[in-house]
């Protein structure tokens, strides 16, 4: 159950980061966010994760972009010991 929540924090997280990012400026652009969901499961331990990726930025001549991520993993041994990795990324590209 905690992970079901943890999940819906993080879509929370990216339906915010959405609504900033989507804000009109000069004119409407149109967005893309990637999401990724996986599940591992082995003998005795289960892995959840989530990610999405969204182009923040792009310049005119399109040859400098900024991209941002989001990304949770929830791992339970199923001894009770729960565990969760958040991360926040940036990156920036130059072609």
Do not use: Y
């Not at 969204?54 to 010991?81: E, M, P, Y």
């Amino acid at each position: 159950m905690r992970a079901v929540h943890n999940i819906f924090l993080l879509f929370l997280l990216l339906l915010c980061i959405g609504c900033i990012v989507s804000v009109p400026l000069a004119a409407r652009q149109r967005r893309q966010i990637d999401l990724t969901v996986s599940a591992e499961h082995e003998e005795d331990e289960t892995e959840l994760a989530l990610e999405a990726i969204a182009g923040l930025w792009q310049s005119a001549d399109s040859r400098t972009k900024i991209d941002g991520s989001a990304r949770v993993v929830h791992r339970d041994s199923g001894n009770g010991g729960a565990q969760q990795d958040w991360r926040l990324g940036v990156r920036v590209v130059f072609s």
